[in-house]
């Protein structure tokens, strides 16, 4: 069981038309996007905090 497998559904899904496959696949790298933004953000805002701490 890996992480990826917590987020990447195994079921085959039929789409209408072309343009469903494309925006659900970018629907979900945009999400994974702001997730590991967020996260980023999060460290460096803590990293910063801690630097200027010190000096204070």
């Known amino acids: 069981m890996g992480l990826s497998r917590e987020f990447v559904s195994n079921e085959q899904r039929k789409f209408n038309f ?4 494309t925006i659900a696949s970018a629907l979900a790298g945009f999400v994974v996007g702001v997730i590991v933004a967020s996260v980023i953000w999060a460290i460096g805002f803590d990293y910063l905090n801690s630097l200027f701490a010190e000096i204070i």
């Open 18 to 21: 072309k343009i469903g496959s």
